[in-house]
């Protein structure tokens, strides 16, 4: 599959310390992503995008204010930070989600200019990879698709944080309900 520069773009969702082994939230083998991500990042001139959870200390997903959650990903700390193996040098874009107390955002496109910044440089498909697939991965790439974007989700570059057994299969299925295939950063070439 080639990539197309002019009308591709690779999103990265939510790649950070804290999602991976060691973490506040930790999705398991999150870290083992990043190589996968990482090939895709090389393949040259495309739009990248990665997503970042950005939240306040007193977010209304975290278990002390009665989330589900524990407290993760707090803007400027080290568990919001990108994983360290992530070449983040070749991200163009880097959008900041669920940023205010009173909203949880899944999804890239929820409250960002994800959706406009994507438009306005002419992409048509949109390949989305990163954490978790349960959970951002699928709220992201269901939402690209309800833009109009066709989607393909890098299934050798997420992983799932499985709450429920099966919760990762049926993510899978209900992206590729929705219309997004499947490919592997290893099907690619730029």
């Not at 697939?133 to 299934?155: H, M, N, P, Q, S």
């Amino acid at each position: 599959m080639t990539i197309d520069s002019r009308t591709d773009a690779l999103i990265v969702v939510d790649v950070q310390r804290d999602f991976c082994p060691g973490g506040a939230l930790p999705v398991p083998e999150g870290d083992q992503v990043v190589p996968a991500i990482n090939r895709g990042l090389g393949l040259g001139a495309w739009l990248t995008v990665a997503t970042r959870d950005w939240h306040p200390l007193d977010h209304c997903s975290f278990a002390p204010q009665g989330g589900i959650w524990p407290v993760h990903c707090v803007a400027g700390t080290p568990g919001a930070a990108f994983h360290p193996g992530l070449h983040a040098m070749k991200i163009r874009h880097i959008i900041s989600k669920a940023r205010t107390r009173e909203a949880e955002a899944y999804s890239g496109f929820q409250g960002t200019e994800l959706a406009a910044l994507l438009k306005g440089q002419g992409i048509r498909r949109a390949f989305v990879c990163g954490l978790a697939t349960d959970y951002c991965v699928k709220a992201t790439a269901l939402d690209a698709r309800r833009e109009g974007f066709d989607v393909i989700v890098l299934e050798d570059a997420i992983r799932g944080v499985e709450v429920h057994p099966g919760d990762c299969a049926k993510a899978v299925d209900e992206m590729a309900a929705a219309g997004i295939t499947f490919a592997k950063t290893t099907d690619l070439t730029g």
